[in-house]
T-cell receptor, first 118, second 112 residues
Framework: AQSVTQLDSHVSVSEGTPVLLRCNYS??????LFWYVQHPNKGLQLLLK??????LVKGINGFEAEFKKSETSFHLTKPSAHMSDAAEYFC????????????????FGQGTTLQVKP | KAGVTQTPRYLIKTRGQQVTLSCSPI?????VSWYQQTPGQGLQFLFE???????NKGNFPGRFSGRQFSNSRSEMNVSTLELGDSALYLC???????????FGEGSRLTVL
């Protein structure tokens, strides 16, 4: 069975300082991992994805994440936070169907609320 | 290219009623998935349809059902509504159902 655990439910940073949102995963297969962001009253937007290519994945808006198999982690980082980054962030693993193929079923972490202080 | 469109965006129902939510995927996408988002349970998978066939189903009671039409548009239905069904229902589409999903803004259901 696959799962993700987001280690912090709430992270607060000052504008211009680095962001670190932590995620650990559990997977029987080589996982496909994602970070999604949700702004208030909006749907989810894909930030970045890991699908067994480069372990350092770059996404939109300056975010990146590093896949570390030895630590079963996929932490999200950004060098300098902006006020517009305040949102909820979800670490996600794709469930695998028969034959280890990806499906439309995503397994979400509980989310991390990022607060950015001026 | 238009994104995923969900209607209605907001609706209020009373216990015992039923509701139908609609989702139009991105043009060319054949997979549509539905998720329920609540403060207590977070985001939970309801079901996935691919080429009009249900390919995956989450752990929800039979009151929750869905279907997909030949143009890939999808509907989900919840019958005999309960207070606990109050949630944001999100629809997502993808070209192959291959993990990367594109989400709509959701339908917010309030059950009184």
């Amino acid at each position: 069975a696959q799962s993700v655990t987001q280690l912090d439910s709430h992270v607060s940073v000052s504008e211009g300082t680095p962001v670190l949102l932590r995620c650990n995963y559990s997977s029987s297969y080589s996982p496909s991992l994602f970070w999604y962001v949700q702004h208030p009253n909006k749907g989810l937007q894909l930030l970045l994805k890991y699908t067994s290519a480069a372990t350092l994945v770059k996404g939109i808006n300056g975010f990146e994440a590093e896949f570390k198999k030895s630590e079963t982690s996929f932490h999200l980082t950004k060098p300098s936070a902006h006020m517009s980054d305040a949102a909820e962030y979800f670490c996600v693993v794709s469930d695998r169907g028969k034959g280890s193929s990806n499906t439309g079923k995503l397994i979400f972490g509980q989310g991390t609320t990022l607060q950015v202080k001026p | 290219k238009a994104g995923v469109t969900q209607t209605p965006r907001y609706l209020i129902k009373t216990r015992g009623q039923q509701v139908t939510l609609s989702c139009s995927p991105i043009s060319g996408h054949r997979s549509v998935s539905w998720y329920q988002q609540t403060p207590g349970q977070g985001l939970q998978f309801l079901f996935e349809y691919f080429s009009e066939t249900q390919r995956n189903k989450g752990n929800f009671p039979g009151r929750f059902s869905g279907r997909q039409f030949s143009n890939s548009r999808s509907e989900m239905n919840v019958s005999t509504l309960e207070l606990g069904d109050s949630a944001l229902y999100l629809c997502a589409s993808s070209s192959q159902g291959a993990g990367e999903l594109f989400f709509g803004e959701g339908s917010r259901l309030t059950v009184l």
